[in-house]
Structures are given as C-alpha cells and as structure tokens.
C-alpha cells in the first residue's frame, strides 16, 4: 500500500521541532512519514534550501521565517509554484507554538492572564474566524493528490467532513452550594476571606428563603435530554476541588463540593447513558502535578469513572501550557482542550484539528492530544454587542465556516446556561437549543463527545501504521 511519505530536512534545519512540524501535517493528511537522510528519487518533501541539479519529482519548500500568510493559499488560488515559494512548514509552526503572538504587551490579556481576541495577531491579520492551519493543511493534500499516487487513510468515519464536540464546564450547578457545605470555622481561609465567606452566606441564605429557587441550575438531565433527540452525546467537566479547600481560589473556583448535593446520582446517569465525565482543573491546578493529582484521584473515586480528558478552569492552562501539559501525562490524562479565545468566538492558535504541543526546552512534542475549542457561550453573553438572535446568528456562522473548511472542533456551553429550565439563562439555553437543532441538519458533521473522537483517533492511527 503506497502510503508512506518520504521527507528530507536540509542539515541546518534537521530538529526535532521541524520534524514535529512535518509529523503533523502529514500524519493528519493521513500518510506516514519517513525521514530520508538523504534525498533520493523517491523523496517527496525536500524543506530547506536545496540547491542540487538532480530533476526528482520532490516538492522543495524553502526556508523563510518572515513570511506567515499566504493569501493566495488561503484564498483558494495557489498552486505547486505557490507551495514552492512560501515557507508553509514555519508558518504552522508558528501557529502551532503560538509565536506569532509573543509580542504581545501585557495590556493586551485580561487579569487571569488571557490574551484577548481583539488584540490577537490572528484579528490583526482579519482571520480570527478561520483556521489558517486547517486552511495550509487542505492546500498541501491538494497538491500532494496532484503530484504523486498515495492511499490516503481518512482522518474521519466515511461521509464526514469535520467533528464537532460538545462540552459542559459544571461550574454552578447547586446554586447554594455554600450553604450545604457551610461551616462556622472554615479551614484554609485567611481572615479576610473567612469574613467574605460569612457575609456571602448570609445573602444567600436570605436568597434561598424569598426565591426558593433551589434546583434551578441542576440541569443535567434536560440538557442529556435535549441532545439524546437528536443521538448526540456531550463531555461534562467536573471540579472536585471547591473556593474553600486548600490549593484554590477563593474567588474564582467553583462552590460546590462533589461528596454532597446528589451528585452520585447524575454521574450514574451521566455514565449509564453514554455521556463522558471529564475533569474541570481548578484555577491554580496548572502549578502543581500532586494538586492535579488529588484532584483526578477525586473525580475518578466519586464519579466510579477513568477519566481521558481535561479542561482548566477560566482556560487556568498557564502562560506555558506544554509545561502544564506535562502534569497531565503524567497523572494519566490523554486529551486536553483548554486553548482558547474567552472574550470572543475563534481559533486561539489558528487551527481546528487535533495536535501535540512542542515543548522547546525538552525538545519534544508532549504526549496529550490538544483539541481546540472555537466556541462558547461567555463569547457572547458578556460581549455587550450581542442579543439573543445576534447570538445564534454568529454561532451559526461560525458553525457553517468550520464545516466548509473542515476539521475538529468543540463548543463549550456551561451547563446552567444549556437549559431554557434555567430562568437566569433561559434566552442562552434556547441558543444552545437553536444550535443543537442547527448542528442535527448537517451533512456530513459528526457531532460527538470528546472521549468517543480520542477513542477514534486512536484507532485511526493505528490503521494509519498498520495499513503498509
């Protein structure tokens, strides 16, 4: 079976970093790559400058640090001569790594570190909505396809384009969550948030007393049950460790403690159902293996379940996040998908496909798969600029050019605000409801939870190394 793709890197530029880079690409094309030390007739990548009078059938790209985009390439109007004169294999790894926004001043991310959209190279460049990765990736199968006879082994099921995954960060689902769990003498607190403590609780008991709105954000199974009509399954994020235990964040963790408040119940439903628990990192979960460790270790003991995948909490993954990523390999973790833009819809590092980070300073890829996530429904609810119908709007925009270009990509609705039961979100829930309608009439999109696409990615790249 003609699938393996030779490839050789000029001296110079023979690291681990480049072959990381052509690894991805080509494995995501869906050949297998072969590292030619020296150029053959059966070479097919040369990257570098190469200057040999030998006519062999190879694409050369050359080496060319400055040049990120291709208008031709992301227009739709490029050729072979185009590839051949535009360094695509930097240009994704700058994406990739994330460089191309190294510059930025710390004026330009929020106060939980987070760069925000409007000050991103990528709406610099007028390309916040579209994954130029996915976009360069597309081009080179076209010329490849062009060029030589390869069996391909598809990235997707047959009949499907792209993926898209639904996710739930559990962040409020009991809404008195301080209340069940209130203790007169709270340990780990200092003074001044002990203080803080005792005057929250004692709005909320008020609250609680005149609203008597107890159940309102729990839920779950309306949420289940509006995507099981239309056979879909999603990925609830879990916290295990609250505002109030040692290790956390007073004011940004979540409230609620997973020991109490029936939540054995819904993750036996959750489990029995075929949906996907997955881990919810607290906010500062990203400076410490043990503390990751504990909380793993807690979620996996209550919720009876082996946990695959990760989100941080507030996207809490760090200013280094292959250095967190680390944490999460070695604590047993597989997938992670805690890249992302919070103050508006799109692609964080220009790509909707899943990838390995590059660590620099071990010199290799870390062995999580990164799932990007395009969407959420903060994006919207705290950009003033947007109403409900406006919402649904950019959501289906959004929707309808991921799919056009293909790829893999999650939505992340916070499951308070997934239910239109839930009278503080209802007009947010009947977005989300919009968006599973919008989604169920798709040709071609494979609409999944984040466990069930590792577990076909898995196999694929097996097949991929198997079929020879």
Same mark, same amino acid.
Request: net charge negative; glycine share 4%; aromatic share 14%.
């Given at each position: 079976?003609?699938?393996?793709?030779? @490839?050789?890197?000029?001296?110079?530029?023979?690291?681990? $970093?480049?072959?990381?880079?052509?690894?991805?690409? #080509?494995?995501?094309?869906?050949?297998?790559?072969?590292?030619?030390?020296?150029?053959?007739?059966?070479?097919?990548?040369?990257?570098?400058?190469?200057? %040999?009078?030998?006519?062999?059938?190879?694409?050369?790209?050359?080496?060319? %640090?400055?040049?990120? #985009?291709?208008?031709?390439?992301?227009?739709?109007?490029?050729?072979?001569?185009?590839?051949?004169?535009?360094?695509?294999?930097?240009?994704?790894?700058?994406?990739?790594?994330?460089?191309? +926004?190294?510059?930025?001043?710390?004026?330009? @991310?929020?106060?939980? +570190?987070?760069?925000?959209?409007?000050?991103?190279?990528?709406?610099?460049?007028?390309?916040?909505?579209?994954?130029?990765?996915?976009?360069?990736? /597309?081009?080179?199968?076209?010329?490849?396809?062009? *060029?030589?006879?390869?069996?391909?082994?598809?990235?997707?099921?047959?009949?499907?384009?792209?993926?898209?995954?639904?996710?739930?960060?559990?962040?409020?689902?009991?809404?008195?969550?301080?209340?069940?769990?209130?203790?007169?003498?709270?340990? +780990?607190?200092?003074?001044?948030?002990?203080?803080?403590?005792?005057?929250?609780?004692?709005?909320?008991? =008020?609250?609680?007393?005149?609203?008597?709105?107890?159940?309102?954000?729990?839920?779950?199974?309306?949420?289940? /049950?509006?995507?099981?009509?239309?056979?879909?399954?999603? *990925?609830?994020?879990?916290?295990?460790?609250?505002? =109030?235990?040692?290790?956390?964040?007073?004011?940004?963790?979540?409230?609620?403690?997973?020991?109490?408040?029936? =939540?054995?119940? #819904?993750?036996?439903?959750? &489990?029995?159902?075929?949906?996907?628990?997955?881990?919810?990192?607290?906010?500062?979960?990203? &400076?410490?293996?043990?503390?990751?460790?504990?909380?793993?270790?807690?979620?996996?003991?209550?919720?009876?379940?082996?946990?695959?995948?990760?989100?941080?909490?507030?996207?809490? #993954?760090?200013?280094?996040?292959?250095?967190?990523?680390?944490?999460? $390999?070695? +604590?047993?973790?597989?997938?992670?998908?805690?890249?992302?833009?919070?103050?508006?819809?799109?692609?964080?590092?220009?790509?909707?496909?899943?990838?390995?980070?590059?660590?620099?300073?071990?010199?290799?890829?870390?062995?999580?798969?990164?799932?990007?996530?395009?969407?959420?429904?903060?994006?919207?609810?705290?950009?003033?600029?947007?109403?409900?119908?406006?919402?649904?709007?950019?959501?289906?925009?959004?929707?309808?050019?991921?799919?056009?270009?293909?790829?893999?990509?999650?939505?992340?609705?916070?499951?308070?605000?997934?239910?239109? &039961?839930?009278?503080?979100?209802?007009?947010?829930?009947?977005?989300?409801?919009?968006?599973?309608?919008?989604?169920?009439?798709?040709?071609?999109?494979?609409?999944?939870? =984040?466990?069930?696409?590792?577990?076909?990615?898995?196999?694929?790249?097996?097949?991929?190394?198997? *079929?020879?």
């Amino acid at each position: 079976m003609n699938n393996k793709f030779n @490839y050789s890197i000029t001296k110079e530029l023979d690291t681990a $970093y480049y072959h990381w880079i052509i690894k991805f690409i #080509i494995e995501t094309i869906g050949l297998i790559p072969t590292n030619q030390k020296y150029v053959t007739e059966e070479t097919h990548l040369i990257y570098g400058d190469y200057n %040999s009078a030998d006519n062999f059938k190879a694409i050369k790209i050359p080496q060319n %640090s400055l040049d990120l #985009i291709n208008e031709a390439i992301l227009n739709g109007g490029a050729n072979k001569e185009t590839l051949e004169g535009f360094d695509v294999i930097t240009a994704i790894g700058k994406f990739l790594t994330d460089a191309v +926004n190294e510059d930025k001043t710390d004026d330009c @991310y929020d106060v939980h +570190n987070r760069l925000n959209s409007l000050n991103s190279y990528q709406r610099e460049i007028g390309f916040q909505d579209k994954p130029i990765v996915n976009l360069y990736i /597309n081009f080179i199968k076209k010329i490849l396809e062009e *060029t030589f006879q390869f069996v391909y082994t598809p990235m997707f099921p047959e009949g499907i384009k792209s993926v898209i995954i639904l996710s739930h960060d559990v962040d409020d689902p009991v809404k008195y969550a301080l209340l069940n769990n209130y203790k007169l003498f709270p340990k +780990n607190l200092s003074l001044k948030n002990s203080i803080l403590y005792h005057m929250e609780a004692f709005k909320k008991t =008020f609250e609680r007393l005149t609203k008597k709105d107890e159940n309102v954000y729990w839920v779950f199974e309306d949420v289940m /049950n509006s995507e099981s009509k239309y056979g879909f399954k999603s *990925t609830f994020f879990f916290a295990s460790r609250n505002r =109030f235990e040692k290790h956390a964040n007073f004011k940004e963790d979540v409230p609620y403690e997973l020991e109490q408040n029936g =939540f054995d119940t #819904i993750f036996k439903k959750i &489990n029995d159902d075929g949906f996907e628990i997955g881990m919810h990192a607290s906010y500062f979960a990203k &400076n410490d293996k043990k503390t990751l460790r504990e909380e793993i270790e807690k979620l996996e003991r209550i919720s009876n379940r082996k946990l695959v995948g990760n989100r941080h909490h507030f996207w809490q #993954i760090g200013s280094k996040p292959e250095k967190t990523l680390q944490f999460h $390999y070695q +604590n047993g973790l597989m997938y992670d998908s805690s890249i992302a833009f919070n103050d508006a819809p799109g692609y964080r590092r220009s790509i909707a496909l899943p990838y390995l980070l590059f660590d620099k300073q071990l010199n290799q890829a870390i062995n999580i798969m990164e799932i990007p996530t395009f969407m959420m429904d903060s994006n919207f609810m705290l950009n003033p600029e947007f109403g409900q119908e406006d919402a649904f709007d950019q959501a289906k925009y959004y929707i309808d050019q991921f799919h056009a270009i293909g790829g893999v990509g999650a939505i992340d609705w916070h499951v308070r605000t997934s239910s239109t &039961n839930s009278s503080r979100f209802k007009k947010w829930g009947e977005v989300y409801l919009q968006i599973l309608e919008h989604l169920s009439k798709q040709q071609g999109i494979w609409v999944t939870n =984040f466990e069930t696409f590792h577990t076909w990615m898995i196999k694929r790249n097996e097949t991929l190394y198997n *079929t020879k």
